[in-house]
């Protein structure tokens, strides 16, 4: 399997999927390859996709991941950011799940895991928010973000963002259902708000953007 995967090229904006991948070779893949790599795994039951991400991709998340730790600063609420840490939990066989977001963070539970080297979903919580950036679905009808493998890990809040579009997704009964407001950040329009601050950065920078997300932030709080 490993010697296999070695040869395996995936381009940039590309994935691949490896089917009858069992829970041990996914766990010794992820060993091997190591947590500094490009490509980014998703496994769920025996199929194994990688990807590769485009530089439009990580912009994306990197931005985004700055706008929300901004908002969690302004506000004051404590977080643990993650990253594209490895997430995985096995509950039998048909029940194996794992993957790796874009970004992610521990908000309520970020004292339970704070200063961790390792996280094990076994005995500790999921990350309370998740993000995901698909920017391949305009021309790979199939990709996907994998809403069904965080639903079984249990992340309560998930964000997609594709198309220019951010869409908010809590977990509800097992399945997630798209909201209006984020949990987290009650009386916030970040739906809109969001696409348009990560718009901005590509034509006035990061910092300038972020110092103006900042403000905005500011004045909100005031009138929450």
């Not at 194994?48 to 901004?70: A, Q």
């Not at 990253?83 to 509950?91: D, E, I, L, N, V």
């Not at 704070?114 to 500790?124: F, H, N, Q, S």
């Not at 034509?203 to 005031?222: C, I």
């Amino acid at each position: 399997m490993l010697l296999a995967l070695d040869r395996i090229h995936v381009p940039p904006g590309q994935r691949v999927v490896l089917r009858d991948v069992s829970w041990p070779e996914f766990e010794e893949i992820l060993v091997d390859l190591g947590e500094h790599r490009a490509a980014r795994m998703a496994y769920e039951d025996g199929s194994l996709e990688i990807m590769t991400p485009l530089p439009e991709h990580e912009s994306n998340k990197e931005i985004i991941g700055d706008l929300v730790k901004t908002l969690l600063e302004e506000l004051e609420i404590e977080f643990w950011p993650l990253g594209s840490t490895t997430f995985k939990k096995a509950q039998g066989k048909g029940l194996e799940k794992g993957l790796e977001p874009d970004q992610c963070f521990y908000i309520e539970h970020e004292a339970q895991v704070r200063g961790k080297k390792r996280i094990d979903l076994a005995t500790e919580p999921p990350p309370d928010l998740a993000i995901e950036i698909d920017i391949t679905a305009r021309t790979h009808p199939e990709a996907r973000t994998h809403p069904e493998i965080y639903a079984a890990l249990q992340v309560p809040e998930l964000w997609r963002f594709e198309r220019g579009q951010l869409q908010i997704n809590v977990l509800r009964g097992g399945e997630y259902r798209v909201v209006s407001e984020s949990p987290h950040f009650p009386g916030l329009d970040l739906c809109a708000v969001i696409p348009l601050y990560l718009a901005q950065s590509k034509v006035q920078g990061r910092n300038a953007t972020l110092r103006q997300f900042r403000q905005w932030v500011r004045e909100q709080s005031n009138d929450l």
